[in-house]
């Protein structure tokens, strides 16, 4: 296992972290655990950096590193969705988004000869106005909600660019 990847699995690790501090009763639990967001998004940051830097790309990493993000962020939704901080409507439509791309994804790598199709500029922006919105969320900046209507409109984006490689792809045009 290289570093890149390590710090994927780490990032995954953080998931039951975020979630045992969030619905801890530590005080100020929602700041420590947006912390652990936080980081998270740091491993997210360099584990990307190295491995493009440095020639660590791996077929595991094109699938666990988007994964991790994913898990990562849904809990994160899921949380400050079930404590009152944003609509279901959010997470709703991001959930719904990654459920589609994960069945894509499937028919595509059985399908497809293990075919794969790497995250897109549109999604990785989404991820980090994701990140941003939620820590100015939770700090209750007033742009906050603005960044989070930002953030779901590019992760709509992003799906429909992903949506049409998917059937590109399916058509044998790629």
């Known amino acids: 296992m290289n570093l890149p990847n390590l710090l994927t699995s780490i990032r995954f690790l953080l998931v039951p ?5 969030f619905y801890s009763n530590l005080k100020n639990n929602i700041t420590l655990s947006m912390l652990v967001f936080v980081l998270a998004g740091i491993t997210d940051i360099l584990d990307g950096y190295i491995a493009r830097k ?4 791996t077929r595991w990493g094109i699938i666990f590193d988007p994964l991790a993000d994913k898990l990562m962020l849904l809990s994160v939704l899921y949380g400050l969705t079930d404590k009152g901080y944003l609509p279901v409507w959010v997470i709703a439509v991001v959930a719904g988004k990654e459920i589609f791309m994960a069945v894509g994804a499937a028919v595509l790598y059985f399908t497809q000869n293990k075919t794969v199709i790497p995250a897109n500029r549109l999604g990785k ?5 994701f990140y941003l919105s939620i820590v100015a969320l939770v ?4 742009f906050g909600w603005y960044l989070i209507i930002i953030a779901v409109a590019v992760t709509v984006t992003a799906f429909i ?12 045009t790629i």
């Open 17 to 21: 972290v975020f979630f045992v501090v």
């Open 54 to 57: 440095y020639g660590k790309i």
């Open 125 to 129: 922006a989404a991820t980090i106005l």
């Open 139 to 142: 700090l209750d900046l007033p």
């Open 161 to 172: 660019r992903y949506a049409t490689n998917f059937r590109t792809i399916k058509k044998g």
